[in-house]
């Protein structure tokens, strides 16, 4: 079981931390990703964490502004830091896990086998 948390209302420049509690057997999972979606559009990519050795994914848009990360405090949390947020952030962000790994492939929906129910975050203007 995914369960997110932390979504919001924030200004513009803003900064929200959204948490991922990873339980059952999906702790074992190999990767775990965060996903954004607005209503309308296609399901995109934001960041993932490889679990094995901590290695990070961002799509460009949240390369120098998100941080991905473990909950050094609580075992099996995830986080994504969100800082100098924008309206175009508004979105319900998702939490995923993967059990495998295929080079290439971090940013597709499909290799993600496990999905949270999503936390929206909203960014005023």
């Known amino acids: 079981q995914l369960v997110e948390s932390g979504g919001g209302l924030v200004q513009t420049g803003g900064s929200l931390t959204l948490s991922c509690a990873v339980s059952g057997g999906i702790g074992s999972s190999l990767l775990i990703g965060w996903f954004r979606q607005v209503a309308g559009k296609e399901r995109e990519f934001v960041a993932a964490l490889q679990s094995l050795d901590d290695r990070t994914y961002y799509k460009d848009f949240a390369k120098g502004r998100f941080i991905i990360s473990r909950d050094i405090a609580k075992n099996k949390v995830y986080l994504l830091q969100m800082n100098s947020l924008k309206p175009d952030d508004t979105a319900v962000y998702y939490c995923?896990?993967?059990?495998?790994?295929?080079?290439?492939?971090?940013?597709?929906?499909?290799?993600?086998?496990?999905w949270g129910q999503g936390t929206q975050v909203t960014v005023s203007s």
């Open positions: 995923a896990a993967a059990r495998s790994l295929i080079v290439g492939t971090v940013m597709r929906q499909s290799l993600y086998e496990y």
